[in-house]
Antibody, heavy 120, light 108 residues
Framework: QVQLVQSGAEVKKPGASVKVSCKAS????????INWVRQAPGQGLEWVGW????????AYAEKFQGRVTMTRQTSINTAYMELSRLQSDDTAVYFC?????????????WGQGTLVTVSS | SSELTQDPAVSVALGQTVRITCQGD??????PSWYQQKPGQAPVLVFY???FRPSGIPDRFSGSSSGNAAFLTITGAQAEDEADFYC???????????FGTGTKVTVL
């Protein structure tokens, strides 16, 4: 069965960077884009960006341009999202999600989420 | 515009029908997908595309679209349907994604 398993919670100081991993299993990793979505406490879902595991191509939401980097290690079916210059409003649960569909797009499989807390 | 707007909250009596609305320009080009999220959990896909419901999702969840609006209808709402619901689509450029602002559904 398809699974996305994320790394554990992180606590970072303002100005630091965090790297979250998302290990895929149960399907061919290179066949589906991995998206990252975050949710601040009490807030809605916010799309961060996507990465094509086959080509390494990425697209980031404008507000994260210059601060986010999405990469992958195909040998271990793992995607990564690194966010730099963290501020308190980056405190959120970060989810990875597998993109499906053609013509219409959806996220059927999600990771369990990784809580990133930014605090001095 | 790359925004998807939803009503912040709706309530429905147990067993009755509720419709959740999502509005945005990108919906003229892309079918939405809909997600249910309960506290402390990852979102769950409940409807997508023109008319698709993932395996295991009750058939009381249905979707439709018209122009720049999309709708998720819960027919015969159950207590376990109480949750936050989000719509999603590609944005108008087609290269990014966007989520709706979210609707909190309360079952009375």
């Amino acid at each position: 069965q398809v699974q996305l398993v994320q790394s554990g919670a992180e606590v970072k100081k303002p100005g630091a960077s965090v790297k979250v991993s998302c290990k895929a299993s149960g399907y061919t990793f290179s066949n589906h884009e991995i998206n990252w979505v975050r949710q601040a406490p009490g807030q809605g879902l916010e799309w961060v960006g996507w990465m094509n595991p086959n080509t390494g191509n990425v697209a980031y939401a404008e507000k994260f341009q210059g601060r986010v980097t999405m990469t992958r290690q195909t040998s271990i079916n793992t995607a990564y999202m690194e966010l730099s210059r963290l501020q308190s409003d980056d405190t959120a649960v970060y989810f990875c999600a597998r993109e499906d569909g053609s013509g219409w797009y959806y996220f059927h499989y999600w990771g369990q989420g990784t809580l990133v807390t930014v605090s001095s | 515009s790359s925004e998807l707007t939803q009503d912040p909250a709706v309530s429905v009596a147990l067993g009755q029908t509720v419709r959740i609305t999502c509005q945005g320009d990108s919906l003229r080009s892309y079918y939405p997908s809909w997600y249910q999220q309960k506290p402390g959990q990852a979102p769950v896909l409940v409807f997508y595309g023109k008319n698709f419901r993932p395996s295991g999702i009750p058939d009381r969840f249905s979707g439709s679209s018209s122009g720049n609006a999309a709708f998720l209808t819960i027919t015969g709402a159950q207590a376990e349907d109480e949750a936050d619901f989000y719509c999603h689509s590609r944005d108008s450029s087609g290269s990014h994604h966007v989520f709706g602002t979210g609707t909190k559904v309360t079952v009375l």
